[in-house]
């Protein structure tokens, strides 16, 4: 009888895969958005069905990079212009961050925040930017460790649950 090896990795971890939304993603981005639906981060009010399509004229597959692990869709970031203007086309924004329940904790949304990054790069912005509650502290403290900076804070910007609650803007440069 032979022992173990205790020294080889783990092969039942899988990688994360990080690639551009296809229209095939709907109904799992939508089902993703449901799950994951908190005040901690949204600041409409919960779905309820019928549910609509999770895609439509604003919100187009080539806007979102999807994660994947072990083939299933685990999370998602959304990247497009904020303001529809070519004088701010340099400027692109993070407009959804989105990691389901189970792979959290496991860099998925590092991942995609780095790969919204050379995305926004890509198209030729020189910015990239977001808006977070104020209340949500661990996606501040992520932006932080991912160079983001707050550059402004708008008070009591929306109500939640009875409680205002700050947006925070913040920001990074793509250059250098």
């Known amino acids: 009888m032979t022992e173990p090896e205790t020294n080889v990795p783990e ?41 609509g399509p999770f895609f439509d004229d604003r919100h187009l597959p080539e806007d979102y990079l999807v994660a994947v692990r072990g083939g299933e869709l685990v999370g998602y970031v959304r990247v497009a212009q904020s303001i529809p203007l070519a004088s701010h086309a340099h400027v692109l924004q993070i407009q959804g961050l989105v990691v389901a329940e189970s792979a959290r904790g496991k860099g998925v949304a590092r991942a995609l925040l780095r790969a919204a990054g ?59």
């Not at 895969?17 to 939508?30: P, S």
């Not at 550059?151 to 990074?172: A, H, N």
């Open 118 to 176: 050379d995305l926004a790069r890509e198209r030729g912005a020189t910015r990239l930017t977001l808006r977070v509650l104020g209340h949500n502290a661990p996606a501040r403290a992520l932006y932080a460790s991912e160079g983001f900076a707050v550059e402004g804070v708008l008070p009591g910007e929306f109500l939640i649950d009875g409680e205002y609650v700050d947006d925070v803007c913040m920001g990074r440069s793509l250059v250098g």
């Open 11 to 51: 092969t039942n971890v899988p990688e994360t895969l990080i690639r551009v939304a296809a229209h095939g993603d709907d109904v799992d981005l939508g089902v993703l958005d449901r799950d994951t639906w908190s005040t901690l981060h949204a600041v409409v009010p919960a779905p309820v069905p019928p549910y």
